[in-house]
């Protein structure tokens, strides 16, 4: 799989009296395609970067997914902040295509529960004025150290983790990803995979390189795919397969040299993408296996049905019910932000598992569809 390509630009990509302003243009041909771009917004609630509006209208310009990052400061109003966020987006964002990031690495003297605090009640803002929470952007030892991820929604993650840097007038390599995962963290969807990278378009001498953890495909998706253009189908799923042990290794490659990235527990029911030998991918989009031996896993019988649609949970959470009406039994819950997959549609409700009598309402103010 090709990791598509995308950067994340400040003030600092333009000269600091703002006579010379980064070269769009140039990122536009670049001969590897930027496909997604993240821009400053500001700092915390009394800073906006001056280059931001520039940038953001030349995003839109050349037709790449745009990204509205924002500093947070944990020991400020989460209230105060988002409102300045949002004051600087007024009347520029169209949250059915635009997405926010919160960047999460300034800790200061903060403990970790308020570090934590703040950083959901603006998950929850953010939720409520856009309809889908921001990424979180930051890197494993930060969050291992600063925020409980256990007590957070389910949120999409921008990870940095890069090489050192190469002495100038070198630039540093990527990494070649994927990036380390913060504990309770099972997969990312964005890795900073660089900050001494050569300036695409930009007055500075170096520039971050980003990599989505997919192709084109899937960043258009992610984005609502404002422009039409034409997609390849969804990745078919070959059968569905359960876990049959109390633990097994989820791998970033098909055999036991490559990295364990996770786990899946006794019972656990995946969808398999890919077969290679014993070893089965169960990621549509990512290079995530297990061994699939009959003494681990079990192949659940019968045809797997197409996926139709994708659809994201918008509220905090939701009632899965064993059929499709409230008069069904609560067999568990979808939390907020969490992406499913759906397989038939019956009277305004989404059966969500390929095997099981598993439903959720399918109303727009509970569920977007993707």
Same mark, same amino acid.
């Given at each position: 799989?090709?990791?598509?390509?995308g950067?994340?630009i400040?003030?600092?990509?333009?000269?600091?009296?703002?006579?010379r302003?980064?070269?769009?243009?140039?990122?536009? *041909?670049?001969?590897?395609?930027?496909?997604?771009?993240?821009?400053?917004?500001?700092? #915390?609630?009394?800073?906006?970067?001056?280059? /931001?509006e520039?940038?953001?209208?030349e995003?839109?310009?050349i037709?790449?997914?745009?990204?509205?990052?924002?500093?947070l400061? /944990? %020991?400020?109003s *989460?209230l105060?902040?988002?409102d300045a966020?949002?004051?600087?987006?007024?009347?520029?964002?169209?949250?059915?295509y635009?997405? +926010?990031?919160?960047d999460?690495?300034?800790?200061?003297i903060n403990?970790?529960?308020?570090?934590?605090?703040t950083?959901l009640?603006?998950?929850?803002?953010?939720?409520?004025r856009?309809?889908?929470?921001?990424?979180i952007y930051?890197?494993?030892s930060?969050?291992?150290s600063?925020?409980?991820v @256990? @007590? +957070?929604?389910?949120?999409d993650?921008?990870?940095a983790?890069?090489?050192? @840097?190469?002495?100038?007038?070198?630039?540093t390599?990527?990494?070649? %990803?994927p =990036?380390?995962?913060?504990?309770?963290?099972?997969?990312?969807?964005i890795?900073?995979?660089?900050?001494h990278?050569?300036?695409?378009?930009?007055?500075?001498?170096?520039?971050?390189?980003?990599r989505?953890?997919?192709?084109?495909a899937?960043?258009?998706?992610y /984005?609502?795919?404002?422009? %039409?253009?034409?997609?390849?189908p969804?990745?078919?799923? +070959?059968?569905?397969?359960?876990?049959?042990?109390p633990?097994?290794?989820?791998?970033?490659? =098909? $055999?036991?040299?490559y990295?364990?990235?996770?786990?899946?527990s006794? $019972?656990d029911?995946?969808?398999?993408?890919?077969?290679k030998?014993?070893w089965?991918?169960?990621?549509?989009t990512?290079?995530?296996?297990?061994? %699939?031996? #009959?003494?681990?896993?079990q192949?659940?019988a019968?045809?797997?049905?197409?996926?139709?649609?994708?659809?994201?949970?918008?509220?905090?959470?939701q009632y899965?019910?064993?059929? =499709?009406?409230?008069?069904?039994?609560?067999?568990?819950? +979808?939390?907020?932000?969490?992406?499913?997959?759906?397989?038939?549609?019956?009277d305004g409700?989404?059966?969500?598992?390929?095997?099981?009598p598993?439903?959720?309402s399918?109303?727009?103010?509970?569920?977007r569809?993707?």
């Amino acid at each position: 799989m090709e990791r598509a390509f995308g950067l994340d630009i400040s003030k600092y990509q333009s000269s600091a009296d703002g006579t010379r302003k980064m070269d769009f243009n140039k990122v536009a *041909a670049n001969k590897e395609e930027v496909t997604f771009i993240a821009a400053r917004a500001g700092v #915390s609630w009394g800073y906006q970067d001056p280059r /931001f509006e520039y940038y953001w209208s030349e995003m839109a310009r050349i037709k790449v997914g745009r990204i509205a990052y924002f500093v947070l400061y /944990f %020991g400020e109003s *989460a209230l105060a902040q988002m409102d300045a966020l949002f004051k600087i987006l007024e009347n520029k964002a169209d949250w059915n295509y635009d997405r +926010l990031a919160l960047d999460a690495e300034v800790n200061g003297i903060n403990t970790r529960a308020r570090i934590t605090a703040t950083t959901l009640k603006s998950l929850d803002i953010c939720r409520a004025r856009t309809g889908r929470y921001p990424l979180i952007y930051s890197r494993a030892s930060w969050i291992n150290s600063y925020l409980d991820v @256990s @007590s +957070l929604p389910a949120v999409d993650w921008w990870l940095a983790n890069y090489r050192k @840097s190469a002495p100038p007038p070198f630039y540093t390599a990527e990494h070649p %990803g994927p =990036p380390i995962l913060p504990k309770g963290v099972s997969t990312y969807l964005i890795h900073q995979t660089g900050d001494h990278c050569r300036p695409i378009g930009g007055v500075s001498s170096t520039m971050d390189y980003n990599r989505w953890n997919g192709e084109k495909a899937d960043v258009v998706r992610y /984005f609502g795919n404002q422009a %039409g253009q034409p997609l390849p189908p969804a990745p078919t799923v +070959l059968f569905m397969s359960k876990c049959i042990v109390p633990a097994l290794y989820k791998r970033e490659g =098909p $055999g036991t040299s490559y990295k364990v990235i996770g786990a899946l527990s006794l $019972g656990d029911v995946v969808s398999v993408y890919e077969q290679k030998g014993d070893w089965l991918r169960i990621d549509a989009t990512a290079q995530v296996w297990c061994c %699939g031996t #009959s003494n681990y896993m079990q192949r659940v019988a019968g045809k797997t049905p197409a996926v139709l649609f994708k659809a994201q949970c918008i509220v905090s959470a939701q009632y899965l019910r064993s059929g =499709p009406a409230k008069t069904h039994q609560v067999i568990g819950t +979808l939390q907020g932000g969490q992406v499913v997959n759906v397989f038939q549609v019956q009277d305004g409700w989404f059966r969500v598992s390929a095997t099981h009598p598993v439903w959720v309402s399918g109303g727009s103010q509970y569920l977007r569809q993707l």
